[in-house]
């Protein structure tokens, strides 16, 4: 399948999020991934963003903030995942196979001409074995 088959431009809304700031490493950002998850106890239902800032070279693991959350008494930060217009390549595949895949796929997303690199690229964990990858375009 080619790449133009597999990406298509959607446009997202922006979400409220509390998060997990890590480095831009595998190893820390697993650590961040377990951090996260064992702050919030249960995943049932919760929607989770995985957010890599190129500027900052900053990565964080993000969950949707829910009305009742308190962040801070979770020990976690509060931010936004900006809204606008996508590039997405989806990805399907088990954990942990399927992470394998991300980082390729977000380098086949990077080559479009109107890829905005000043803005976050995001993973949307639409399911267990699905991925949404968003590179930011102009």
Not at 115 to 125: A, G, K, L, W
């Amino acid at each position: 399948m080619s790449k133009e088959q597999r990406q298509t431009l959607v446009e997202r809304g922006e979400v409220a999020v509390m998060f997990v700031r890590t480095e831009d490493d595998q190893a820390s950002i697993t650590r961040a991934w377990a951090e996260l998850e064992q702050a919030l106890g249960s995943l049932r239902g919760r929607k989770f963003y995985g957010v890599f800032d190129p500027v900052s070279r900053e990565y964080r693991a993000c969950v949707e903030r829910r009305v009742n959350d308190e962040p801070h008494a979770l020990g976690l930060e509060l931010a936004t995942v900006a809204g606008g217009r996508y590039a997405r390549e989806r990805l399907h595949g088990d954990p942990p196979d399927v992470y394998a895949l991300i980082a390729p796929a977000f380098e086949r997303l990077s080559q479009r001409t109107d890829c905005d690199r000043q803005r976050p690229s995001v993973e949307f964990y639409r399911r267990r074995d699905v991925i949404d990858l968003l590179q930011p375009v102009v």
